[in-house]
T-cell receptor, first 112, second 112 residues
Framework: GQNIDQPTEMTATEGAIVQINCTYQ??????LFWYQQHAGEAPTFLSY????GLEEKGRFSSFLSRSKGYSYLLLKELQMKDSASYLC?????????????FGKGTRLSVIA | DGGITQSPKYLFRKEGQNVTLSCEQN?????MYWYRQDPGQGLRLIYY???????QKGDIAEGYSVSREKKESFPLTVTSAQKNPTAFYLC???????????FGEGSRLTVL
């Protein structure tokens, strides 16, 4: 089966750092994606990991450990506009067009 | 500009009626997907198509139908057999490496 777990909600303070965790159990693995989704809008792509380690992109970084089935998204210097849902998604087979399997998302609230 | 266009953005339907949601892309992508999103739920896959004239059922295909007669178009019909059709529907296409999904702005369907 496929299972992707994320915390439902998190709250953090403007200017701080927050880490959003994602654990997954899938039949195969061919990449993990993070998306940002503001309320009522479409998800937008943030990051991609297929090998173990940290990928950094500006204020956002994403980490992957394949042996542990674990990833996290790290947001630094939080801004109010970072208040959104963050979706973890896994491609579980080697076929390039295999659909992504999404977690339920983590709703992040950034407070002053 | 290249992108994915979904229409209508908002749609109201009476019980027993079929409705068709449009999804058009000019990104020259082969693979296209339909996901459904409910409050507190992740994105769940309805149907996907890897190439013209071919499509596969996703996890929640019952009560839905699709066609893929052109590369650019992947319409979704919500039939009267769908028991709980009120939801936010997202269409996506798959880009090149790393194969992230590009989403349309979504269609919010409400059954009265």
């Amino acid at each position: 089966g496929q299972n992707i777990d994320q915390p439902t909600e998190m709250t953090a303070t403007e200017g701080a750092i927050v880490q959003i965790n994602c654990t997954y159990q899938t039949s195969g693995f061919n990449g993990l994606f993070w998306y940002q989704q503001h309320a009522g809008e479409a998800p937008t792509f943030l990051s991609y990991n297929v090998l173990d380690g940290l990928e950094e992109k500006g204020r956002f970084s994403s980490f992957l450990s394949r042996s542990k089935g674990y990833s996290y998204l790290l947001l630094k210097e939080l801004q109010m506009k970072d208040s959104a849902s963050y979706l973890c998604a896994v491609r579980d087979l080697d076929s390039g067009n295999t659909p992504l399997v999404f977690g339920k998302g983590t709703r992040l609230s950034v407070i002053a | 500009d290249g992108g994915i266009t979904q229409s209508p953005k908002y749609l109201f339907r009476k019980e027993g009626q079929n409705v068709t949601l449009s999804c058009e892309q000019n990104l020259n992508h082969d693979a296209m997907y339909w996901y459904r999103q409910d409050p507190g739920q992740g994105l769940r896959l309805i149907y996907y198509s890897q190439i013209v004239n071919d499509f596969q059922k996703g996890d929640i295909a019952e009560g839905y139908s699709v066609s893929r007669e052109k590369k650019e178009s992947f319409p979704l019909t919500v039939t009267s057999a769908q028991k709980n059709p009120t939801a936010f529907y997202l269409c996506a296409s798959r880009g090149g490496a790393p194969g992230e999904l590009f989403f349309g702005e979504g269609s919010r369907l409400t059954v009265l």
